[in-house]
């Protein structure tokens, strides 16, 4: 299985960020499989963002529920996030993942990370 995240590497305040995972070597929609969006901040630890479950419906952190959107396109097997209003705290290192432990699905493999920087 391998995920593969793209978008873009610079965007400005006040804009909306939109990320793809692109999955290969499972189908986003097998049973009970969970696809992840976390985040590094630099010199912070891992933020959990939100997910799509298998079937199509999501969970968002708290933190971010008010501006995040997940969704997923089973056609081309990949799944997306948008993050809106951006500030500059939203640059970090943004990772998709299979899996969430919170449904007892731990996380078995991950992307290799797409480094967003906000700013002017």
């Known amino acids: 299985v391998q995920l593969q995240e793209s978008g873009p590497g610079l965007v400005k305040p006040s804009q909306t960020l939109s990320l793809t995972c692109t999955v290969s070597?499972?189908?986003?929609?097998?049973?009970?499989?969970?696809w992840t969006w976390i985040r590094q901040p630099p010199g912070k630890g891992l933020e959990w963002i939100g997910y799509?479950?298998?079937?199509?419906?999501?969970r968002y952190s708290p933190f971010f529920r008010s501006r995040t959107s997940i969704s997923r396109d089973t056609s081309n097997n990949q799944f997306s996030l948008q993050l809106t209003s951006l500030t500059p705290e939203d640059t970090a290192v943004y990772y998709c993942?299979?899996?969430?432990?919170?449904?007892?699905?731990?996380?078995?493999?991950w992307g290799q990370g797409t480094q967003v920087t906000v700013s002017l």
């Open positions: 070597g499972a189908p986003i929609t097998s049973t009970n499989t969970y």
């Open positions: 799509i479950r298998y079937s199509g419906s999501t």
């Open positions: 993942v299979r899996g969430a432990p919170i449904e007892g699905r731990e996380y078995d493999y």
